[in-house]
């Protein structure tokens, strides 16, 4: 089945504890992309990829990292989370920078 | 960068009505139009799409209009029943995978 796969679902960790949320898609997708949700501002894309070892920022980059270091997997790594972090994060991918984006289930984090 | 906004934050109609939910952007380089909707804790799925080469396009129900002079574009959903209650987004895009979201519409059907 073609998917999007993100984990983990759930995290409630500590201010400047290191973590990774991991995203794999299994569909030989080009462009990858992080978003985060939060009450009445939509989706805020984080950083996004349009190939292999090709990132760029998003519209909310600060406290984030990202890597492509294979087409298939899109890890986001928060170095230092701090509670403003707290969000619903959606993982998304496409056959390219403009079509039809296949979105992960998400992942909420809490950062206390 | 592509600017996107959104109206109403908000609709409610009464089953059998027709709702519209309307976007604006600010980069006249954005081509490609879609539209997600995200029912209540799912993934936004996507409803409709439509490029910048074209002015209107109709799934069933649903329909979205494009004006690239005026830049904007609308989504409207006619005879809606329950099952459209969810919260809509509409996206802009140029291409260069800056995709850019509104801040959404939660629409309400009432039966």
């Known amino acids: 089945e073609a998917q999007v796969t993100q984990n983990p679902r759930y995290l409630i960790t500590v201010t400047g504890k290191k973590l990774t949320v991991t995203c794999s898609q299994n569909m030989n997708h080009e462009y990858m992309s992080w978003y985060r949700q939060d009450p009445g501002l939509g989706l805020r894309q984080i950083y996004y990829s349009m190939n292999v070892e090709v990132t760029d920022k998003g519209d909310v980059p600060e406290g984030y990292k990202v890597s492509r270091k294979e087409k298939r997997n899109f890890p986001l790594i928060l170095e230092s989370p701090s509670p403003n972090q707290t969000s619903l994060y959606f993982c998304?991918?496409?056959?390219?920078?403009?079509?039809?984006?296949?979105f992960g289930a998400g992942s909420r984090l809490t950062v206390l | 960068g592509e600017n996107v906004e959104q109206h109403p934050s908000t609709l409610s109609v009464q089953e059998g009505d027709s709702a519209v939910i309307k976007c604006t952007y600010s980069?006249?380089?954005?081509?490609?139009f879609p539209w997600y909707k995200q029912e209540l804790g799912k993934r936004p799925q996507l409803i409709i799409d439509?490029?910048?080469?074209?002015g209107e396009k109709k799934d069933q129900r649903i329909a979205v209009t494009l004006n690239k002079t005026a830049k904007h574009f609308s989504l409207h959903i006619t005879e809606t029943q329950p099952e459209d209650s969810a919260v809509y987004f509409c996206?802009?895009?140029?291409?260069?995978?800056?995709?850019?979201f509104g801040a959404g519409t939660r629409l309400t059907v009432k039966p």
């Open positions: 980069d006249s380089a954005s081509n490609y």
């Open positions: 998304a991918s496409s056959n390219s920078g403009a079509n039809v984006l296949t």
């Open positions: 996206a802009a895009s140029a291409g260069f995978g800056d995709m850019r």
């Open positions: 439509i490029r910048s080469n074209v």
